[in-house]
């Protein structure tokens, strides 16, 4: 899925925490959106998903403003991950559910999922019982079971372990490469942008101060903001 957008801003009051020209994401991007806390990534990417609407400004998805039709092929996962209070398997089946997909094929995609995540211990468990990165695998699992065009996940990673996390970056880079659907991320993780990611944004007070490749971005910006924000973390 294709997005653009033109003259996007975000005001609370008299606050300004969003203020984009332009902004182009080409269909089959894997894109990290990355930058300091306060930077407006949550907001940008709320936005993207149709879950706020801006101040100024559009976003068109594939040339077209957002409808249901565009909403129903996107999804976002959080930081905390929102699960309904019923077992894994349904928790997971749900977006195949509501889009009336055959019983038996729903049964047999989320049975393999449930396999490649590594998660069939807890198959027939509450959702309201696992631990954070058992909830996050979930949310995931629940999110890309359908195939969506458009994945935006922010700061999927940030509150679980790290076995966990490798879990769900292997996850989202076969679904990547399955699919060639378009991936935003939005993370703190430097290292995480370098395994995931084709191409970064660095936010800063609401604005893109940089769009491009993930090295030349992380590594050989000449951008001092950007600078400093790197050497806060050992890229190797």
């Known amino acids: 899925m294709d997005l653009t957008s033109k003259d996007l801003t ?10 984009i020209d332009a902004l182009h994401i080409e269909s089959g991007a894997f894109l990290g959106i990355i930058g300091p ?20 400004g559009v976003v068109k998805y594939d040339g077209v403003p957002l409808n249901t039709r565009i909403h129903q092929k996107m999804t976002m996962v959080f930081q905390k991950p929102y699960l309904l209070r019923t077992s894994v398997f349904n928790n997971i089946a749900y977006p195949l559910k ?46 890309i079971i359908f195939q969506p065009s458009l994945l935006i996940l922010d700061e999927p990673t940030a509150s679980i372990d790290p076995a966990s996390t490798l879990v769900l ?14 991936i935003i991320i939005v993370t ?43 050497e806060g973390e050992i890229i190797l």
């Open 10 to 19: 975000k005001s609370y009051k008299e606050r300004k925490v969003l203020d």
């Open 37 to 56: 806390n306060g930077a407006g990534k949550s907001t940008l990417v709320k936005i993207l998903a149709g879950l706020d609407t801006p101040t100024t």
């Open 98 to 143: 509501i889009r009336k997909v055959n019983k038996n094929k729903i049964q047999q995609q989320v049975d393999d999922l449930i396999e490649e995540m590594d998660i069939q211990h807890i198959r027939n468990q509450n959702a309201w019982t696992l631990s954070g990165g058992e909830a996050q695998k979930v949310a995931l699992a629940r999110a």
């Open 169 to 182: 970056e292997k996850t989202v880079k076969n679904f990547y490469n399955k699919t060639k659907a378009t």
């Open 188 to 230: 703190h993780n430097l290292q995480q942008a370098k395994r995931l990611c084709d191409d970064v944004a660095f936010m800063h007070k609401g604005k893109i101060l940089e769009y491009g490749k993930t090295e030349d971005v992380i590594l050989f910006s000449k951008n001092h903001l950007i600078r400093q924000f790197v």
